[in-house]
Each structure stands twice: as C-alpha cells, then as structure tokens.
T-cell receptor
Framework: DAGVIQSPRHEVTEMGQEVTLRCKPI?????LFWYRQTMMRGLELLIY????????DSGMPEDRFSAKMPNASFSTLKIQPSEPRDSAVYFC????????????FGSGTQLSVL | RKEVEQDPGPFNVPEGATVAFNCTYS??????FFWYRQDCRKEPKLLMS???SGNEDGRFTAQLNRASQYISLLIRDSKLSDSATYLC????????????FGKGTHLIIQP
C-alpha cells in the first residue's frame, strides 16, 4: 500500500489567495483526520470524518476553513481567503475503525502564506 | 489543566545512556495510550502502544500508571537515530474520535 498520500508537499501563496490541500487515505480505512502542526500549538485536530461524514469540525479555526470528503478515497481542505497565520504543516491521517487505533499520517503539506 | 502534557525538552543525552520521559493526562476515563515518534520535517509514526501491564519492544519500554495518570517511555542504550520528538497520545474522553496528542518531547542523542 502506498500509505496516506497528500498533495502538494509544499505550497507558497500570497495572503488572500485560496489554498486547497488534498488527501488520499489508505484504501479500506474509514476514518480520516486533518491536523495542523505549528511549533507553538503542536498538533491540532481540525476535522475528522467517519465513512465520509464529518463528525467533529470543532477544531476548524474559522469559516475560512472548509473540508470535504466526496468519497472514501479523497478529501480536501480548503482555506479561503488564506492569511499569514495559517502558515503551518497540515497533516492528513487515516485509520481503520475496526478496533485498531493505529493512525497513519501522510507526509504533510508545508503551507506558507506570505 | 491541559488534556495531555509533556515536557517539551530538549533532552540532551549522550549516546549509550538511558533516558526516560513522562506524559500526564487529565481524563481518568482515558482508555488507551500510545507513543508516536516524529522525525524533523516528517510525519508522526506509531512507536508503540502502552498497556496496563507495561510493554517492552527492544530497547524501548512503556509504562502506564493509572493512579497517577501518567505514561512513561524509557529508552535504553540510546542511539543517535533515536533523536526525534516523541508524542504522547491518549484515547478516550475527547479529541478526534477520542485521540488527543501531546505537544511532544524533543530528544537529542549526542555522540
């Protein structure tokens, strides 16, 4: 298995622009998570899905952030408009809810908003 | 009190030494516990689960103390390749599907 695949690996954009991060979970995993990591705040959960349905989006910082999971093999995290304080590493992770709590992370997207 | 707390370090340890660090959690209803390892500019990866009876995997030993609500990680005969950030993860009582991450402890093994 290729693992959790995220794209792009790096994104540099200007303030006010729309940013879309993409994630392909491991095939067969039915839970998907979006995290944001910064030095100051560590790893923060933004939103997670079970069976493509958003379960908890309380970590989404503002209405500028939105996430979708149109099918079991694809999810997006969108920031519109982006701001410099959104600069962070964004990780996608997936796991199988069938009793195994092991969480598999993608390589992350390093986002820089100038 | 934060849900999961760790000493951020860094812990500077000479190669070959033994190092241990703890993680405290606030929710007594927490059910499962894990240690993840994160290398610089990489994603977190599961290092080991932590069982009530404690468990060992080679040079690594994890312990759980439910009465005092902490888990520990002990690394014996440390190697340069052990340098990383170690994240404590607690399942149950909050967070994503119950998973709550600590901010991590930074470990540097020095030659």
């Amino acid at each position: 298995d290729a693992g959790v695949i995220q794209s792009p690996r790096h994104e540099v954009t200007e303030m006010g622009q729309e940013v879309t991060l993409r994630c392909k979970p491991i095939s067969g995993h039915n839970s998907l998570f979006w995290y944001r990591q910064t030095m100051m705040r560590g790893l923060e959960l933004l939103i997670y899905f079970n069976n493509n349905v958003p379960i908890d989006d309380s970590g989404m910082p503002e209405d500028r952030f939105s996430a979708k999971m149109p099918n079991a093999s694809f999810s997006t995290l969108k920031i519109q408009p982006s701001e410099p304080r959104d600069s962070a590493v964004y990780f996608c992770a997936s796991k199988d809810r069938g009793g195994n709590e092991k969480l598999f992370f993608g390589s992350g997207t390093q986002l820089s908003v100038l | 009190r934060k849900e999961v707390e760790q000493d951020p370090g860094p812990f500077n340890v000479p190669e070959g030494a033994t190092v241990a660090f703890n993680c405290t959690y606030s929710n007594s209803a927490s059910q499962s516990f894990f240690w993840y390892r994160q290398d610089c500019r990489k994603e977190p990866k599961l290092l080991m689960s932590v069982y009530s009876s404690g468990n060992e995997d080679g040079r690594f030993t994890a312990q759980l103390n439910r009465a005092s609500q902490y888990i520990s990680l002990l690394i014996r005969d440390s190697k340069l390749s052990d340098s990383a950030t170690y994240l404590c993860v607690v399942l149950g009582g909050g967070g994503a599907d119950g998973l709550t991450f600590g901010k991590g402890t930074h470990l540097i093994i020095q030659p």
